[in-house]
């Protein structure tokens, strides 16, 4: 939920990455914190496995720049992907300004993207929200594997509206920055519609 | 569709931070942050120093989510409060409506007294974050009335 405090002149939305297992969520907030200046971000909090696998949420707080006299700043939070973590998913997707769902674009994994996205939108439900009527971006990552589904087809099946859908290599930040970029703008764009 | 954003007047912030304040002077604590569930800090008092208070709200807050639906498996709503006591500084949260009231306290406090004292300040604090949530938003009054596009562009150059 969207606070805006008079007083620091601070704007503050939450964005929540989603999407299965292993798909490369935490990747995009690794990227994000690696590649930005530490002036402008917090710290990347990663509560994990010990084979870093994400148990409960990733957390980084980023500042975009001001608007208006007001600094707006993204909170960023990743989901724990793997199946049985739900009851987790659902906690972190409280208070959800907009979402990018994160989809494997690996043939194998396609099952999983829309077991995964058909979570996203029961749980959105759960909390009192519609994926239909939220800032939504749909990135298909891993792009630079072999054994890929080709973007139409991917977007095709997964797409829910008519999002922004970017293509991503997480790993070497391909596409990350474009993914923020169009969530944040959806969100900004849906507080100014008031 | 999201939530109404929450708006949070000058006025309004400096009374919680006096509030908050009040506290940390009653309950000897280090510091007294006010957080939102989800995890967005509202209102912090107290000796910060290099404390990172918005990763600190952030965890809270998931702390008292994972808690609570770990509470809700056994029957209860949720846990009033939690306690974590370390060596030499601790942590105690209270959920207070839509809100957690953290104190960080050492050993010039108590358990006990930090937890009294918040007790004593939930209603108040309770009933401002009332008013502020249930405020109509004038939206006259946001600093999104006459954002542009190219505002909102000139974020991501």
Same mark, same amino acid.
């Given at each position: 939920m969207t606070f805006i405090n008079y007083a620091s002149r601070e704007i503050n939305c939450k964005i929540v990455y989603y999407g299965? %297992? $292993?798909?490369g969520k935490t990747t995009n907030l690794q990227h994000i914190f690696e590649a930005t200046a530490p002036q402008a971000r917090g710290k990347l909090i990663s509560l994990a496995t010990?084979?870093?696998?994400? $148990?409960f949420f990733d957390f980084m707080p980023l500042e975009l720049g001001t608007v208006r006299g007001f600094k707006t700043r993204f909170h960023l939070y990743t989901v724990? %992907?793997?199946?049985?973590?739900d009851a987790s998913r659902k906690l972190i997707l409280k208070g959800v300004d907009g979402v990018v769902f994160v989809a494997d674009s690996q043939e194998e994994r396609m099952d999983a993207n829309i077991e995964s996205l058909h979570n996203l939108e029961e749980n959105l439900k759960a909390q009192g929200y519609d994926l239909m009527k939220l800032p939504y971006v749909l990135q298909l990552n891993?792009?630079? $594997?072999?054994n890929i589904i080709p973007a139409i087809d991917i977007a095709a099946e997964l797409r829910r509206k008519e999002e922004p859908v970017v293509e991503a290599v997480a790993s070497t930040g391909a596409g990350v920055f474009d993914t923020l970029k169009a969530v944040a703008k959806q969100v900004l764009t849906e507080l100014r519609k008031g | 569709m999201a939530d109404t954003p929450i708006l949070l007047h000058e006025r309004q912030y400096h009374q919680l931070k006096a509030v908050l304040a009040r506290l940390r002077m009653d309950a000897s604590a280090r510091v007294v942050f006010l957080v939102d569930k989800d995890g967005q800090e509202i209102a912090v008092q107290g000796e910060?120093?290099?404390?990172d208070t918005t990763s600190l709200a952030s965890l809270a807050a998931g702390n008292v989510a994972a808690t609570g639906g770990m509470a809700q498996l056994i029957g209860e709503k949720e846990f009033p409060t939690l306690s974590h006591e370390g060596a030499h500084e601790s942590i105690h949260i209270s959920v207070v409506g839509r809100m957690l009231l953290i104190v960080v306290f050492d050993e010039r406090s108590s358990l006990g007294l930090v937890k009294l004292r918040s007790k004593q300040v939930s209603q108040q604090l309770s009933a401002m974050m009332d008013e502020i949530v249930n405020a109509p938003n004038d939206i006259s009054d946001s600093p999104f009335a006459e954002i542009t596009d190219e505002d909102i562009d000139s974020l991501f150059q």
């Open positions: 299965p %297992g $292993l798909c010990e084979t870093d696998r994400t $148990l724990p %992907g793997q199946v049985f973590y891993k792009r630079d $594997l072999p | 910060i120093g290099n404390l």
